[in-house]
T-cell receptor, first 114, second 119 residues
Framework: GDSVTQMEGPVTLSEEAFLTINCTYT??????LFWYVQYPGEGLQLLLK?????DKGSNKGFEATYRKETTSFHLEKGSVQVSDSAVYFC?????????????FGQGTILTVHP | GAGVSQTPSNKVTEKGKYVELRCDPI?????LYWYRQSLGQGPEFLIY????????DSGLPNDRFFAVRPEGSVSTLKIQRTERGDSAVYLC?????????????????FGPGTRLTVL
């Protein structure tokens, strides 16, 4: 079946540090890949996505590149801010018979200190 | 415009009781999903509606769980004979699906969730 594995957290960084959150996947078909973010007290929000190999998704300074050869979609940001503190979820979507359900990783808690 | 809303935001019930959780999707969105998020885990798919019909209910854990969407808009997730293991945050998401089936281009918009606690 389809699955997503994220690096274990929590991750604690100082402001302006470089961020990497690892994500690898297994999928029965050709997935689209997503990063969702959940800020404290808020619902899940789409952060970025990539739909085919070598695509790079980007938003709010975050980037992730779809690597088919390593089945990975690692999230990176060059300089984190306190406001980036949240829970980050990697997810995949396989169309066809799965009807578009998202399969999520377990989430990575990020805390950024001033 | 308004996003996905869910009510109640919190629900505390006793083991064995019946509960209903409501989801109001974004107006005009034909696709609606329910997910369940246990503590420290990512959301897990429960059921998907396209219009009024449940196109995929493969994620419902057992027959105590049931969901309806009678008019193709609001959906209700119903849980009978609740158990302590049902305690979780129940998330609803909706998307605007142009084709017969969802596509990777159809962004799912999530509601804030209902936190269910079964004592």
């Amino acid at each position: 079946g389809d699955s997503v594995t994220q690096m274990e957290g929590p991750v604690t960084l100082s402001e302006e540090a470089f961020l990497t959150i690892n994500c690898t996947y297994t999928a029965t078909g050709y997935p689209s890949l997503f990063w969702y973010v959940q800020y404290p007290g808020e619902g899940l929000q789409l952060l970025l996505k990539a739909t085919k190999a070598d695509d790079k998704g980007s938003n709010k300074g975050f980037e992730a590149t779809y690597r088919k050869e390593t089945t990975s979609f690692h999230l990176e940001k060059g300089s984190v801010q306190v406001s980036d503190s949240a829970v980050y979820f990697c997810a995949l979507f396989v169309g066809g018979t799965s009807y578009g359900k998202l399969t999520f990783g377990q989430g990575t808690i990020l805390t950024v200190h001033p | 415009g308004a996003g996905v809303s869910q009510t109640p935001s919190n629900k505390v019930t006793e083991k064995g009781k019946y509960v209903e959780l409501r989801c109001d999707p974004i107006s005009g969105h034909t696709a609606l999903y329910w997910y369940r998020q246990s503590l420290g885990q990512g959301p897990e798919f429960l059921i998907y509606f396209q219009g009024t019909g449940a196109a995929d209910d493969s994620g419902l854990p057992n027959d105590r769980f049931f969901a309806v969407r009678p008019e193709g808009s609001v959906s209700t997730l119903k849980i009978q004979r609740t158990e302590r293991g049902d305690s979780a945050v129940y998330l609803c998401a909706s998307s605007s699906t142009l084709g017969a089936r969802p596509s990777y281009t159809d962004t799912q918009y999530f509601g804030p969730g209902t936190r269910l606690t079964v004592l």
